[in-house]
């Protein structure tokens, strides 16, 4: 009669381990939600596995802790000059060496990281202000809006960058303000296409769709389930574009229309370093290798952003 008593026990036992095996479905989905929705930690992950980006931020880091802290860790009086230290080579007293007339070349370099990451930080800011907002109603609305705002967008796009940065810069004045300004505005056309696009491939989800079919309005639609989908590629392409906005704003500076003397800036010190570059080098040197090392740290971290951020990479 065991053998018998014995096989219901061994269907209880049965049934019981099928229930949880039923039940440990529900339990892992349950606990799905709460890994994802913590989708920044986990982009947060994925950047640190990458050395790229970790280089790259620990410069950008290194550059902006530079430029905030200038008056207390630069040497010297970056606009005084001493015509006893003229085009002196790279000593104890002035490690960098001096300029033309007599300028502490590392002070300089000092202060010239504010000029810098200031065009690129404020210029990209004027961008996304700017582009985001026309992207996305040229995306979520269509008809006459976007085909007016792609229309403007193509004839800004007609034109090189920095072309229309110097165009703009030049028309309006020779300042680091201007300068800023200009290459927000020549950025803004890159913002507006990519958040377009964006728009349109968010626009026609499922989860868009059910906000519209339970009545959410526009408006509430567009800011709360289109608009923190657009967010990672833009906050990537900002990244790219403060490391252009860099080059741009040393570009302007070398051609006289940004940062004015005798304020420092990187790519003035370089159009004054171009006159003297076989007897005194290091007058191009630092300001060059601080440029190409800033925007090399910006392009490494938006790479890196660009992986994290992406949900189809592990």
Not at 90 to 114: C, H, K
Not at 122 to 143: M, Q
Request: aromatic fraction near 8%; glycine fraction near 8%.
């Amino acid at each position: 009669m065991k053998p018998v008593d014995s096989a219901p026990e061994l269907a209880l036992a049965d049934g019981a381990t099928g229930e949880a095996a039923a039940t440990a479905p529900l339990a892992g989905e349950s606990a799905a939600p709460a890994v994802e929705s913590r989708p920044w930690r986990r982009a947060l992950r994925k950047l640190r596995r990458r050395k790229g980006a970790m280089f790259g931020l620990f410069f950008v880091a290194f550059f902006v802790l530079m430029a905030i802290f200038a008056p207390w860790i630069s040497p010297h009086d970056p606009i005084a000059t001493s015509w006893s230290a003229v085009r002196k080579a790279p000593s104890a007293a002035y490690w960098f060496g001096t300029d033309d007339i007599g300028r502490d070349v590392l002070s300089r370099v000092i202060w010239g990281a504010r000029a810098s990451l200031l065009a690129g930080i404020v210029s990209v800011g004027i961008s996304l202000a700017i582009g985001v907002p026309l992207g996305l109603i040229a995306g979520y609305v269509g008809r006459w809006p976007d085909m007016v705002i792609s229309r403007l967008t193509d004839a800004l796009l007609a034109c090189p960058f920095l072309i229309l940065a110097i165009a703009l810069a030049a028309f309006l004045g020779p300042s680091l303000t201007n300068a800023m300004v200009a290459i927000g505005i020549a950025a803004t056309p890159r913002f507006i296409r990519l958040t377009r696009g964006q728009v349109l491939a968010v626009k026609v989800e499922d989860y868009v769709e059910a906000a519209r079919a339970v009545g959410n309005s526009h408006l509430r639609i567009a800011l709360r389930h289109v608009m923190p989908n657009v967010l990672p590629p833009v906050i990537v392409q900002g990244t790219l574009a403060i490391a252009a906005a860099v080059i741009a704003e040393a570009s302007l500076s070398f051609l006289g229309l940004g940062q004015q003397p005798p304020a420092p800036s990187w790519g003035s010190m370089l159009n004054t370093a171009k006159n003297y570059i076989e007897n005194s080098p290091w007058m191009a040197v630092w300001p060059g290798l601080s440029i190409f090392m800033l925007v090399l740290s910006f392009n490494l971290l938006g790479d890196g952003l660009r992986d994290a951020l992406d949900p189809r990479e592990a």
